[in-house]
């Protein structure tokens, strides 16, 4: 409320007002991403959810761990892996969305969701999900981002090799503040590729099953 009685609109601090000629870039970058992705070739995966965990996992005990999300390099431009986010805008509860954000729809001052066509400020962006969970929890969680990433993506499991103190692995995600994923030196890492995931689930397992057997392995 201004000082005269005139309501004032609030201004959204997470949103982020594009230029005429920021739109434009998105726009042409959306119509481009389609292109690229509309007939892969074979079953590659276009992302990658890795989960960093701690070396001692059981079905019945929780477990710490750190969920992020990439730009698989082996789709489309054959480079390194890159970072992903994840629309905030359910989390948020300014909206429904929770969409994956590609990396080539990102600006200068924070990211466009290709789905609400929303622009949110880099700090509101959803790269991560750490938690201390029991294995049922966990598979529930990756069968969640796995399908919000288009039924599309490879699931790393990483943990070290020696036994890791989950204070030690909870200080590390507090650091990360969205960054890339720092592992230590010495990690193992399991992989469940995107053709193993729909060759079981083709012959009818279910999904969430499937990968509480592959976060004990």
């Not at 509860?93 to 994956?100: P, T």
Request: glycine fraction near 6%; proline fraction near 4%; hydrophobic fraction near 40%.
């Amino acid at each position: 409320m201004s000082r005269h009685g005139v309501p004032v609109a609030a201004k959204e601090p997470d949103r982020v007002e594009l230029t005429g000629a920021e739109k434009d870039a998105v726009e042409k970058r959306m119509a481009a991403l389609d292109e690229v992705l509309k007939e892969p070739e074979g079953v590659v995966a276009r992302y990658k959810i890795e989960f960093f965990t701690q070396y001692k996992r059981t079905s019945w005990t929780p477990m710490v761990g750190i969920l992020s999300f990439w730009e698989s390099g082996k789709q489309a431009h054959g480079g390194g892996d890159q970072k992903v986010y994840l629309c905030p805008g359910r989390e948020l509860k300014i909206n429904e969305c929770s969409a994956v954000i590609p990396t080539t729809l990102t600006t200068d001052r924070g990211a466009v969701c290709p789905v609400c066509r929303r622009a949110w400020r880099s700090n509101r962006l959803i790269g991560e999900h750490t938690a201390k969970l029991q294995v049922t929890q966990w598979a529930d969680i990756l069968a969640r981002y796995f399908r919000l990433l288009q039924h599309s993506c490879d699931i790393y499991m990483k943990h070290g090799v020696t036994d890791i103190r989950e204070a030690a692995l909870l200080e590390q995600a507090r650091q990360m503040h969205g960054d890339k994923l720092r592992v230590a030196r010495n990690v193992k890492t399991h992989v469940y590729p995107l053709r193993n995931i729909l060759k079981d689930t083709g012959a009818g397992a279910v999904l969430e099953t499937r990968l509480r057997a592959f976060l004990v392995s």
